[in-house]
T-cell receptor
Framework: GAGVSQSPRYKVAKRGQDVALRCDPI?????LFWYQQALGQGPEFLTY????????KSGLPSDRFFAERPEGSVSTLKIQRTQQEDSAVYLC????????????????FGPGTRLLVL | AQKVTQAQTEISVVEKEDVTLDCVYE???????LFWYKQPPSGELVFLIR??????QNEISGRYSWNFQKSTSSFNFTITASQVVDSAVYFC?????????????FGKGTKLSVKP
């Protein structure tokens, strides 16, 4: 079946603009994660959804970052008033089950959105 | 505190050489999961393997093998008879279970270049 898809693949924004990044998880996947990957670094956790509930947003770097998953499938990561330090690849991942307790299922990643803020 | 260290930033080998990528982790959890992902130039993270902390059995999948040693908190990855297509950045990652939602903690990655 189809994997995780993300759009757009590339986004150039002027400093101060708002951007919206979309993630389509694997069909039926309950858990959805967003990560930020700076150049030359490993991905870093931003936020986690279980169905439509945002259970963990501890990784969001500022209140300019906002994520939603209103119907428990597609998710959008919005960045308001973008700054140059927001330039990074934003990765979305999904997994098949609830991420609770001792069972941590494998996360499958999308191709990412490369954001460049000028 | 939880942490994953991949001390090798870049490795360059010639095709058909064997290469080992090191991964050392830190966690206070007694139950946790370890992963390896491959990131080719296209950017997508490709899942390679998942191990839980109770299963120290080493695993082999074709040219790939993994050596998990709890005593040294290491989860090393070996590619046998490397090929040019193996060129990528490889990430080791940790997922804790106690109080965590399962988010992955990644190392900084090791860039592997395999030359013909």
């Amino acid at each position: 079946g189809a994997g995780v898809s993300q759009s757009p693949r590339y986004k150039v924004a002027k400093r101060g603009q708002d951007v919206a990044l979309r993630c389509d998880p694997i069909s039926g996947h309950v858990s959805l994660f967003w990560y930020q990957q700076a150049l030359g670094q490993g991905p870093e956790f931003l936020t986690y959804f279980q169905n439509e509930a945002q259970l963990d947003k501890s990784g969001l770097p500022s209140d300019r970052f906002f994520a939603e998953r209103p119907e428990g499938s597609v998710s959008t990561l919005k960045i308001q008033r973008t700054q140059q330090e927001d330039s990074a690849v934003y990765l979305c991942a999904s997994s098949s089950t609830r991420s609770v307790g001792y069972i941590k299922e494998t996360q499958y990643f999308g191709p990412g959105t490369r954001l460049l803020v000028l | 505190a939880q942490k994953v260290t991949q001390a090798q930033t870049e490795i360059s080998v010639v095709e058909k050489e064997d290469v080992t990528l090191d991964c050392v982790y830190e966690t206070r959890d007694t139950t946790y999961y370890l992963f390896w992902y491959k990131q080719p130039p296209s950017g997508e993270l490709v899942f390679l393997i998942r191990r839980n902390s109770f299963d120290e059995q080493n695993e082999i999948s074709g040219r790939y093998s993994w050596n998990f040693q709890k005593s040294t908190s290491s989860f090393n990855f070996t590619i046998t008879a490397s090929q040019v297509v193996d060129s990528a950045v490889y990430f080791c990652a940790l997922s804790e279970t106690g109080g965590s939602q399962g988010n992955l903690i990644f190392g900084k990655g090791t860039k592997l270049s395999v030359k013909p």
